[in-house]
């Protein structure tokens, strides 16, 4: 009975038992490589680097995809292994040559996640294997050893990811982008019915549309773990970050025509037809992310995009349906989406836009090689409120500091200060004493049991025995039980370790609680004064000033429309230069502690409020060219009219997100017929064209209204994830 509550415990909190084949492959990876080295070829410095290698790679290091893609990249990262084993090595002869080495690596090897977030994972690993070299013995000529004992560990750790008990291939970001589109998909049909069946299914359409909405939900970014998030600078993860946009566009504006269904249903509507081919496009541009999945093919969205576009310029001599050209305009707004998501599957696959048309400015990246947009993301972030650059910079001060206190007090295993300085730290000071305490806690456990074992036992061969019995509980059974069990077991494991490699009896437990409490004051101290407010004041700037470069890119294409301004490419690109920064503030943001009783703001939908424009533009300006609207008084009136309500909607959502309280209310949704009331005292004589035009810009600016009037500061209602709608 004991045993079956064990194993049921061990089920719920370790589904598929995916940490216990970690740990048992770990361990048996690391008892391979210890015995092979202390007792086979007897060098003490093969066995601490082949066994470090395995914790390191195997323990501290994140990789995304499945097992063939992990082994593969821990063995692409060899090269930048040795590279900083050699480093460390060679500046271990002075402390100050070390901690500045160390502050040199740790930001760059940190930074570097910006341009890829698979560094982020390795992250962790890569300051490991410098932190471990930089410490004395200052012996160069042992530098063969410690990179052979590495290579060995890491090459046995790449075979046994394919070879023993492989985890489950996880859903990855194109998977999620698939299954969305096919509820995409549904949701259109359902929507075109509601536009010509005599009797529609409105409780289907709903399903359909629930549905849709739980689907698509996941691709946001803070949804996903960093190391499969697409935010990498190389053009398949920004298609993907496309794909996911220009798909949100299409959900909401498919919402927006279902929300303006007529009252009777009306035969061969243009926007039914549009929503059909719109549908079908989706799902098939869906399917061709998947494995084998073809490329989609756009003739027949864009010859029914293109009857649609001449047949609402079509008149005769009546006056213009304006309902009608509602509904049009959002159906021909949502294909132009759909086009995109289309051509961004191309991208997301590997494939070229050879004899593509693709939407001017969107794609204009894939023309550029991997480095250059490395460095443009890179750039990006080199900026004073950029919450990566400042965890950076954080975590490089705390461990140089970690390593010359270390180096001054000519502590024995001084890198075990920069093991807890590097446990212990977090984006913010708030998560940095909540680690705190765990960490501390477990270490004081872990020396007494250590201690008091190592007073009562002083033969090798025991804890050479005990060996992989305490690397399967610290790194299967304490990853279950919680952080303090898991410092606890982990500090039972180095004293067996060391136990081995350099026996001091009970002073070894001593020493590891001096240095860990040594390098958690390090961590709390950095923490606390260096950004400890962590990504939520960098969030909050920098959604203030996306919302400022949001607006001000609709003022300047509405004034490119009354012809009174150029194209307002330079403001896109300049939401775009933000858009970099708050996606990568809110995604630290999720993974950090919030209070609970601070007014939160909907940060899915603040985002939306700028995520809308970027696309929506080029949408607009392609059938709604600059100057269409040049020389009609009344429409500039009323647009202008528009956009000043828009322009202080965005300004009393930037001051809600400053202050964190409710300011004036949103503005109301705009529907169709609100738009006939707004726009029937201009018709007149003027050109059907003209009509058309306006009637497009009009309803663009009135889904963004509907987007910031969802984007409102309130309490956090209890049992609610913090920063979520």
Not at 32 to 40: A, E, K, M, N, T
Not at 193 to 222: C, M, N
Request: proline share 7%.
């Amino acid at each position: 009975m004991l045993a079956t509550s064990l194993l049921g415990r061990l089920r719920r909190r370790d589904p598929g038992y995916a940490v216990l084949r970690r740990a048992a492959r770990l361990t048996l990876v690391a008892s391979v490589v210890f015995y092979g080295c202390r007792y086979g070829a007897g060098s003490s410095v093969l066995a601490t680097y082949g066994l470090f290698g395995t914790i390191a790679a195997g323990a501290f290091a994140q990789l995304p995809g499945p097992a063939p893609q992990r082994a593969r990249i821990l063995v692409i990262s060899l090269p930048a292994v040795w590279a900083l084993i050699a480093a460390g090595s060679l500046l271990a002869w002075s402390t100050w040559a070390a901690a500045g080495g160390m502050l040199v690596i740790g930001f760059v090897v940190a930074f570097g996640g910006v341009g890829n977030p698979r560094l982020v994972g390795w992250a962790s690993a890569f300051q490991l294997f410098y932190i471990l070299a930089s410490f004395p013995p200052y012996q160069p000529d042992t530098l063969p050893q410690r990179l052979g004992g590495v290579t060995l560990a890491i090459v046995l750790l790449a075979a046994a990811e394919v070879l023993l008990w492989p985890d489950p291939v996880p859903v990855s970001y194109p998977q999620r982008l698939a299954e969305a589109a096919d509820g995409v998909a549904a949701f259109l049909d359902s929507a075109a019915g509601a536009l010509t069946e005599p009797h529609p299914d409105h409780a289907g359409r709903d399903a359909s549309r629930q549905r849709a909405y739980d689907v698509v939900g996941p691709l946001d970014l803070a949804r996903n773990p960093p190391a499969w998030a697409p935010t990498a600078a190389g053009a398949q993860d920004r298609a993907l970050r496309i794909c996911a946009a220009a798909l949100r566009e299409v959900l909401a504006k498919a919402d927006r025509l279902a929300a303006d269904v007529p009252p009777e249903p009306i035969p061969d509507l243009a926007a039914a037809r549009l929503l059909r081919v719109g549908a079908d496009t989706t799902r098939a541009a869906g399917r061709s992310l998947t494995a084998g999945g073809a490329p989609v093919d756009l003739d027949g969205l864009d010859a029914v995009v293109g009857r649609a576009e001449a047949a609402v310029g079509e008149s005769d001599g009546q006056p213009p349906d304006v309902p009608r050209l509602c509904r049009d305009a959002t159906a021909l707004a949502l294909a132009d989406q759909v086009r995109v998501f289309a051509v961004g599957t191309r991208l997301a696959t590997g494939s070229r836009l050879d004899g593509v048309d693709a939407p001017p400015g969107l794609f204009d990246y894939a023309g550029h090689n991997e480095w250059t947009l490395y460095w443009r993301q890179f750039r990006s972030h080199l900026a004073p409120r950029s919450a990566h650059l400042h965890s950076s910079l954080r975590l490089a001060v705390a461990l140089a500091v970690a390593r010359v206190a270390a180096g001054l007090l000519q502590l024995t295993h001084g890198f075990w200060v920069l093991l807890a300085t590097l446990t212990v730290l977090r984006t913010s000071a708030a998560d940095t004493r909540s680690a705190l305490r765990p960490s501390v806690l477990g270490t004081i456990a872990g020396a007494l049991v250590s201690g008091a074992v190592m007073l009562v036992v002083d033969l090798p061969i025991v804890y050479a025995v005990v060996l992989p019995v305490t690397l399967i509980l610290a790194f299967g059974v304490g990853r279950l039980l919680g952080p303090v069990w898991q410092q606890a077991l982990f500090t039972v494991l180095l004293t067996v370790v060391f136990a081995q490699l350099d026996p001091q009896g009970w002073r070894l437990a001593e020493a590891r609680l001096v240095d860990v409490l040594l390098g958690a004051v390090i961590g709390v101290l950095a923490g606390v004064a260096m950004w400890p407010r962590g990504a939520s004041h960098d969030l909050r700037h920098n959604a203030v000033r996306y919302l400022a470069a949001s607006a001000d890119a609709v003022e300047q294409t509405v004034e490119a429309v009354l012809g009174d301004a150029p194209s307002p490419q330079r403001a896109i690109d300049r939401v775009r230069r933000r858009m970099v920064l708050i996606d990568s503030s809110y995604c630290q943001y999720h993974s950090e502690r919030h209070d609970p009783h601070r007014q939160q703001v909907n940060w899915d939908a603040v985002l939306s409020a700028g995520h809308h424009v970027v696309p929506g533009v080029g949408s607009l300006l392609r059938r709604n060219p600059p100057g269409c609207l040049a020389g009609w008084p009344a429409a500039a009136a009323l647009l202008r009219d528009a956009v000043a309500h828009l322009r202080s909607a965005y300004d009393g959502l930037a001051e809600e997100v400053t202050h964190g309280r409710s300011s004036v209310p949103g503005p109301a949704p705009i529907t169709c017929v609100d738009e006939l009331d707004r726009v029937r005292p201009l018709l007149g004589e003027v050109d059907p064209q003209a009509v058309r035009h306006l009637v497009e810009v009009d309803r663009w600016l009135a889904a963004l209204a509907d987007t910031l009037a969802l984007a409102r500061v309130r309490p956090e209602t209890p049992g609610e994830p913090t920063g979520k709608p």
